[in-house]
């Protein structure tokens, strides 16, 4: 049979209850005589009320405030028949709520018990009488040994030193008696090292004082034990394995009012109530008479959810621990919770033992490849740390990031990369994945010359960047290798003329060779030059041009187009060509682009220009006289000693001013030197 105190059952405690709470009742001068005000919740004022009315009055069990802004009076009488004090506040006031209970408030645990369930504790000097509690947590010590969390009341102020597990099945949840006649002790727990009812040093403790508590931890002794964080549902106890069916605790938290909250005990089980009041005091009262303040919250039920034999029992709502079973009504339907937080506090150290989830690992998957450098991520629980440990190598840490992702960089060193990866928080550690992925070289970058590109005349070397440290060899159109330099930058020279070519290159470094990167360009002639025409010029009359000209490599093919047209090819001499145009230029827009080949690699340069038409001669004036002072009086006119008209008399003016004005056009046509563009 396999047990493990994570998840054994819960015991029950002993000593009366009787319950209050902080910051919810005002002082005896501020309501009485008020009509229907408003109690306050919190202040100063509000605690010293509180008090005097747990004082003064025994209907009085507790008082806490629920979730919306109300006080909630436990009483033993109804509203009507509360007396005193307690009845002028709670009639003054409209936001008090009274909730009527069978009994007085007692404590849970069971004393002068010889054999008992859940965990029995005793005197190590008089193993006779004891108490049957029930565990609350499993956690740890401030050195990170297993230790148990329960309540303080249950080892009558430090009394009852040493604990003992029982058989779930002889407890009251596991079918055994209600008496406890079948109770059994087994295995042995451990010490008390740590324990708290009421006040710091088990005092009275006060109202109002988050430091009166009622918490106790348990050194583990036994090193055959094996702690879970895990809460027994008591449906399995009959085969004495309270770890077949149970709750992971997941995080320690407050109670949330007006949300269920569950209770495992020794006595009832599993049962589950609403919390309705938080933070509030109960006084609970021992059997000698006597009390002590214990901060905490209240659950309810229409059912028994609490009985003796339950304190200490782990109270938690979902996966979250929020406290411990402290006291309940006589009917069981009322719990009293110690507040977990506050317990805590007080242990210098201790903390309750979490469910930590294992890691993944997303990107690579295992057996993946990664780049030097490239992101080893996955997914954790938040609010851990993971822990990552090499298998050469010391073991560092890597943060969760609020949304339970984390990330590393793949090593420098290429190969097979195995590490374990593990979830820590606190002592709380998860189960170790252990994974590998293939660290690759990238391929190398080709940085000079660029995929595509064109150099011009010619190409001196091919650059890049890589693994330093690596050899980076060329293939294709370029052999040759370089090692990387510690920058990262690695050249191989070269001697490229005008063509096209294409390139490879791979890096190679700790055995491994990466996976090649390529590239592909052109060395090309220099763009020709047109000489003679401007970009963006207009050309008329003479100045049109009647041939393209320029100058290019030398033994180079020109072909000229105009509007796309071929107009002619040459070729160039000592650094010169020109294209004579067939036909004259119109008016209109052209495009002239030269074209320069050398062993089937060209370049281009281009122009563009405009001709208009040249203006038309203006005519003559009438009347203008006839050269030589003839009158012009008309084939039989004349003074009788002028020649004879031969009909050039009217025309000679004309012609000359005609040719007056071509020689001032041609003068008026300027020629303007342009640039010129390439491509």
Known sequence: MTRNMKRMGWAGASAALALTASGLLAPAVAFAGDDQSVAPTSGAEFDATAKQLLSSNEQVQAVAKDGNGNVVVYATADEAALQGEAKTFVESKSNVHVKVIDSPIKALAETDVVAGAGYFSTDPANPGPGGLCSIGFTGWSPQGDPAVITAGHCNEDGLFSRS???????????????????????????????????????????????????????????????LHPEITDWTTASSDD??????????????????????SGRTTGLTTGTVTAVQGWSKISKPDETFRWVYGFAIESDSRIVQEGDSGGAVFQGGTAVG??????????????????????????????LKINAPSLVTPADGGTVGVGGAISGTAQVGTTLKVKPSNGDAFDVTVDGSGNWSFAAPDKLGTYSFSLTSVSGYNTSATVDASVRVKAEAPVITSPANGSTIENELTAISGTGLAGATVTLAGDVKGTAKVGADGNWSVGTDLSIGQ????????????????????????PSAPVITGIQD???????????????????????????????????????????????????????AVVATQTVDGVSSSASVSFSVTAAPAPAPSPSGTPAPGGNPGGGNGGGNGGGLANTGMGDVAPLAWGAFALMLGGFGALGYRKVRRSTR
């Open 164 to 226: 003992f597990l029982t058989l779930p099945s002889g407890d009251p949840a596991g079918g055994g008696a209600g008496d406890n006649t079948t109770a059994k002790v087994t295995d042995e727990l451990g010490t008390l090292a740590f324990t708290q009812f009421g006040g710091p040093g088990s005092t009275e403790g006060s109202e109002g004082d988050v430091t009166s508590v009622d918490i106790a931890t348990i050194d583990i002794t036994n090193d055959a034990l094996d």
């Open 242 to 263: 309270l770890s077949k069916s149970t709750t992971d605790v997941t995080a320690v938290g407050s109670a949330q009012v007006g949300q269920p909250a569950s209770k």
């Open 324 to 353: 411990v079973v402290s006291g309940g009504s006589q009917d069981g339907d009322l719990l009293w919770a110690a507040d977990l937080q506050a317990g805590l506090a007080q242990t210098d150290g201790y903390t309750v033992a």
């Open 501 to 524: 070519y294409k390139v490879t290159a791979t890096q190679a470094r700790d055995g491994e060779t990466s996976a090649a990167a390529t590239v592909e360009f052109t060395v090309a």
């Open 536 to 590: 963006g010029e207009s050309y008329t009359g003479a100045a049109v041009p009647t041939a393209i000209s320029g100058t290019g490599l030398t033994g180079a093919d020109i072909t000229v187009t105009i509007n796309d047209a071929k107009v002619g090819e040459t070729v160039v001499k000592d650094g010169k060509w020109s294209v004579v145009l067939k036909d004259a230029l119109a008016a209109g827009d052209y």
